[in-house]
């Protein structure tokens, strides 16, 4: 069983940054994939950013050259720092762990994103 749990979301200005994080306890297995989703109101579910153990990155793009996802394996800890932010980019992220060992996928409980003037 995996644990994650989510931090960092709030309201932010257009223009500003935040940073979320993502820690993840429980059985961890070598092989496996971590990253973001988000979900706006009235909209589907989509992914944001992905990253595997050995460090491969994918993005939406709509966030690239904003976002970045980057991981500090010692803390089992995944980040995703969005700069240059905008209203659409208001969503509820959350943060997924997918091991294809157990082909189960993992779930945060969200952070509130809202980017606002």
């Known amino acids: 069983q995996v644990q994650l749990v989510e931090s960092g979301g709030g309201l932010v200005q257009p223009g500003g940054s935040l940073r979320l994080s993502c820690v993840a306890s429980g059985i961890i297995f070598s092989v496996h994939f971590m990253g973001w989703y988000r979900q706006a109101p009235g909209k589907e579910r989509e992914l944001v950013a992905a990253?595997?153990?050995?460090?491969?990155?994918a993005y939406a793009d709509s966030v690239k050259g904003r976002f970045t996802i980057s991981r500090d394996n010692a803390k089992n800890t995944v980040y995703l720092q969005m700069n240059s932010l905008r209203p659409e980019d208001t969503a509820v992220y959350s943060c997924?762990?997918?091991?294809?060992?157990?082909?189960?996928?993992?779930w945060g409980q969200g952070t509130q994103v809202t980017v606002s003037s």
């Open positions: 997924y762990y997918y091991s294809p060992v157990t082909r189960s996928t993992h």
């Open positions: 990253m595997t153990d050995g460090g491969g990155t």
